[in-house]
Protein backbone atom coordinates (compact mmCIF):
# COMPACT_ATOMS: atom_id res chain seq x y z
CA UNK A 1 0.00 0.00 0.00
CA UNK A 2 2.99 2.79 0.74
CA UNK A 3 4.03 1.58 -2.50
CA UNK A 4 1.00 1.73 -4.26
CA UNK A 5 0.12 5.49 -2.09
CA UNK A 6 3.82 6.45 -3.07
CA UNK A 7 3.57 6.18 -6.71
CA UNK A 8 -0.05 8.06 -7.10
CA UNK A 9 1.56 11.08 -5.46
CA UNK A 10 4.90 11.10 -7.64
CA UNK A 11 3.40 10.47 -10.72
CA UNK A 12 0.44 13.61 -9.78
CA UNK A 13 3.85 15.44 -8.59
CA UNK A 14 5.47 15.43 -12.05
CA UNK A 15 2.70 15.56 -14.41
CA UNK A 16 0.13 18.55 -12.61
CA UNK A 17 3.11 21.34 -13.85
CA UNK A 18 1.53 23.52 -16.77
CA UNK A 19 3.15 22.28 -19.74
CA UNK A 20 1.89 21.41 -23.56
CA UNK A 21 0.10 18.35 -22.91
CA UNK A 22 -1.56 19.77 -20.21
CA UNK A 23 -2.31 23.05 -21.92
CA UNK A 24 -4.14 21.01 -25.19
CA UNK A 25 -5.92 18.55 -22.63
CA UNK A 26 -7.36 21.76 -21.08
CA UNK A 27 -8.35 23.48 -24.44
CA UNK A 28 -10.02 20.27 -25.59
CA UNK A 29 -11.87 20.38 -22.31
CA UNK A 30 -13.27 23.90 -22.39
CA UNK A 31 -14.10 23.23 -25.98
CA UNK A 32 -15.94 19.48 -25.00
CA UNK A 33 -14.40 18.03 -28.03
CA UNK A 34 -13.36 14.52 -27.80
CA UNK A 35 -12.40 14.80 -24.41
CA UNK A 36 -12.29 11.09 -23.61
CA UNK A 37 -10.03 9.77 -26.46
CA UNK A 38 -7.27 12.84 -25.72
CA UNK A 39 -7.81 11.52 -21.76
CA UNK A 40 -7.16 8.37 -22.49
CA UNK A 41 -4.60 8.54 -25.57
CA UNK A 42 -2.17 11.04 -22.66
CA UNK A 43 -2.86 8.50 -19.78
CA UNK A 44 -2.53 5.45 -21.68
CA UNK A 45 0.51 6.67 -23.16
CA UNK A 46 1.71 7.51 -19.70
CA UNK A 47 0.77 4.18 -18.72
CA UNK A 48 3.22 2.19 -21.21
CA UNK A 49 5.84 4.71 -20.06
CA UNK A 50 5.65 4.12 -16.50
CA UNK A 51 5.36 0.32 -17.30
CA UNK A 52 8.66 0.60 -19.62
CA UNK A 53 10.35 2.91 -16.92
CA UNK A 54 9.52 0.35 -13.69
CA UNK A 55 10.79 -2.68 -16.28
CA UNK A 56 13.86 -0.68 -16.81
CA UNK A 57 14.05 1.24 -20.43
CA UNK A 58 15.88 3.70 -18.21
CA UNK A 59 18.79 1.86 -18.32
CA UNK A 60 18.66 1.68 -22.10
CA UNK A 61 18.02 5.36 -23.01
CA UNK A 62 21.10 6.32 -20.98
CA UNK A 63 22.88 3.89 -23.02
CA UNK A 64 21.52 5.93 -26.41
CA UNK A 65 21.71 9.49 -25.41
CA UNK A 66 21.12 10.18 -28.75
CA UNK A 67 17.52 9.24 -28.66
CA UNK A 68 16.92 12.09 -26.11
CA UNK A 69 18.63 14.77 -28.16
CA UNK A 70 16.73 13.99 -31.64
CA UNK A 71 13.35 13.79 -29.30
CA UNK A 72 14.47 17.58 -28.10
CA UNK A 73 14.64 18.95 -31.48
CA UNK A 74 11.69 17.10 -32.78
CA UNK A 75 9.78 18.24 -29.81
CA UNK A 76 11.03 21.70 -29.52
CA UNK A 77 10.47 22.10 -33.64
CA UNK A 78 6.61 20.80 -32.92
CA UNK A 79 6.18 23.22 -30.25
CA UNK A 80 7.16 26.19 -32.11
CA UNK A 81 4.65 25.31 -34.96
CA UNK A 82 1.90 24.39 -32.86
CA UNK A 83 1.98 27.49 -30.86
CA UNK A 84 2.21 29.62 -33.74
CA UNK A 85 -1.05 28.23 -34.32
CA UNK A 86 -2.51 28.83 -31.14
CA UNK A 87 -1.22 32.72 -32.02
CA UNK A 88 -3.09 32.33 -35.35
CA UNK A 89 -5.93 31.60 -33.70
CA UNK A 90 -5.86 34.69 -31.36
CA UNK A 91 -5.55 36.99 -33.90
CA UNK A 92 -8.66 35.46 -35.68
CA UNK A 93 -10.85 36.68 -32.72
CA UNK A 94 -12.22 34.68 -29.96
CA UNK A 95 -16.08 34.27 -31.28
CA UNK A 96 -14.90 31.42 -33.82
CA UNK A 97 -13.56 29.42 -30.60
CA UNK A 98 -16.60 29.38 -28.80
CA UNK A 99 -17.79 25.79 -27.92
CA UNK A 100 -21.50 26.47 -29.17
CA UNK A 101 -20.51 26.60 -32.41
CA UNK A 102 -19.48 23.34 -33.31
CA UNK A 103 -15.98 23.97 -34.21
CA UNK A 104 -14.79 21.07 -34.02
CA UNK A 105 -11.31 19.10 -34.75
CA UNK A 106 -11.32 16.03 -36.71
CA UNK A 107 -10.82 12.76 -34.07
CA UNK A 108 -7.63 11.50 -36.34
CA UNK A 109 -6.52 15.15 -36.42
CA UNK A 110 -6.82 15.83 -32.18
CA UNK A 111 -5.34 12.30 -31.58
CA UNK A 112 -1.98 13.27 -33.38
CA UNK A 113 -1.76 16.33 -32.02
CA UNK A 114 -1.60 15.32 -28.64
CA UNK A 115 0.20 12.01 -29.37
CA UNK A 116 2.81 14.08 -30.67
CA UNK A 117 2.36 16.48 -27.80
CA UNK A 118 3.08 13.47 -25.65
CA UNK A 119 5.40 11.20 -27.15
CA UNK A 120 7.73 14.35 -28.90
CA UNK A 121 8.18 15.82 -25.14
CA UNK A 122 11.49 14.97 -23.72
CA UNK A 123 10.10 15.70 -20.36
CA UNK A 124 7.63 13.06 -20.34
CA UNK A 125 10.85 10.33 -21.06
CA UNK A 126 12.79 11.88 -17.98
CA UNK A 127 9.46 11.61 -15.77
CA UNK A 128 8.30 7.86 -16.87
CA UNK A 129 11.20 6.39 -17.69
CA UNK A 130 13.96 7.62 -15.86
CA UNK A 131 12.42 9.29 -12.74
CA UNK A 132 10.16 6.87 -12.10
CA UNK A 133 11.58 4.16 -13.03
CA UNK A 134 14.32 4.93 -10.58
CA UNK A 135 11.69 5.89 -7.76
CA UNK A 136 10.17 2.42 -8.22
CA UNK A 137 13.47 0.53 -8.09
CA UNK A 138 13.87 1.63 -4.33
CA UNK A 139 10.56 -0.39 -3.68
CA UNK A 140 11.67 -3.37 -4.91
CA UNK A 141 10.03 -5.87 -5.05
CA UNK A 142 6.58 -3.96 -4.91
CA UNK A 143 8.34 -1.57 -7.57
CA UNK A 144 4.99 -2.39 -9.45
CA UNK A 145 2.91 -1.42 -7.02
CA UNK A 146 4.39 1.58 -7.32
CA UNK A 147 4.32 1.12 -10.79
CA UNK A 148 0.43 0.97 -10.49
CA UNK A 149 -0.24 3.59 -8.31
CA UNK A 150 1.56 6.32 -10.46
CA UNK A 151 -0.39 5.05 -13.72
CA UNK A 152 -3.79 5.65 -11.40
CA UNK A 153 -2.10 8.82 -10.71
CA UNK A 154 -1.54 9.81 -14.60
CA UNK A 155 -5.44 8.25 -15.21
CA UNK A 156 -7.04 10.56 -12.48
CA UNK A 157 -5.06 13.82 -13.31
CA UNK A 158 -5.90 13.65 -16.82
CA UNK A 159 -9.54 12.79 -16.29
CA UNK A 160 -9.96 15.87 -13.76
CA UNK A 161 -8.41 17.69 -16.36
CA UNK A 162 -9.97 16.76 -19.28
CA UNK A 163 -13.72 16.52 -17.84
CA UNK A 164 -13.59 19.21 -15.07
CA UNK A 165 -12.70 21.93 -17.74
CA UNK A 166 -16.11 22.29 -18.30
CA UNK A 167 -16.59 23.71 -14.86
CA UNK A 168 -14.51 26.67 -16.49
CA UNK A 169 -17.28 26.88 -18.99
CA UNK A 170 -19.29 30.20 -18.22
CA UNK A 171 -16.27 32.24 -17.80
CA UNK A 172 -15.14 30.90 -21.56
CA UNK A 173 -18.59 32.50 -23.23
CA UNK A 174 -16.56 35.27 -23.57
CA UNK A 175 -14.71 34.84 -26.72
CA UNK A 176 -12.52 37.57 -25.41
CA UNK A 177 -11.43 34.85 -22.19
CA UNK A 178 -10.69 32.65 -25.38
CA UNK A 179 -8.35 34.71 -27.24
CA UNK A 180 -6.01 35.14 -23.34
CA UNK A 181 -6.53 31.15 -23.72
CA UNK A 182 -5.01 30.63 -26.99
CA UNK A 183 -2.29 33.54 -26.09
CA UNK A 184 -1.06 31.76 -22.76
CA UNK A 185 -1.08 28.41 -24.36
CA UNK A 186 0.69 29.92 -27.74
CA UNK A 187 3.20 31.74 -24.80
CA UNK A 188 3.72 27.99 -22.88
CA UNK A 189 4.66 25.90 -26.21
CA UNK A 190 7.19 28.68 -27.07
CA UNK A 191 8.91 29.06 -23.61
CA UNK A 192 9.22 25.15 -23.25
CA UNK A 193 10.52 24.93 -26.69
CA UNK A 194 13.02 27.62 -25.55
CA UNK A 195 13.99 25.82 -22.43
CA UNK A 196 14.62 22.54 -24.59
CA UNK A 197 16.91 24.36 -26.99
CA UNK A 198 18.99 26.16 -24.65
CA UNK A 199 19.29 22.62 -22.32
CA UNK A 200 20.50 21.29 -25.34
Known sequence: ?????????????????????????LR???????VLPVVLACAL????????GVA??????ALAPWITTAMLYAGAAFLIAYGALRFR?????????????????SLGRTLATVLVLTWANPHVYLDTLVLLGAISAQYAPQQWHFGAG???GSFAFFTALGFGARLLAPL??????????????????WLIAAALIAGA
Request: aromatic share 8%.
Open 56 to 61: GFGTLA
Open 150 to 152: AIA
Open 172 to 189: FANPRAWVWLELIIGTTM
Open 89 to 105: AALKGGEALRPAQGNST
Open 28 to 34: QGLRRDH
Open 1 to 25: MTALVAGFLTSLSLIAAIGAQNAFV
Open 45 to 52: SDAVLIAA
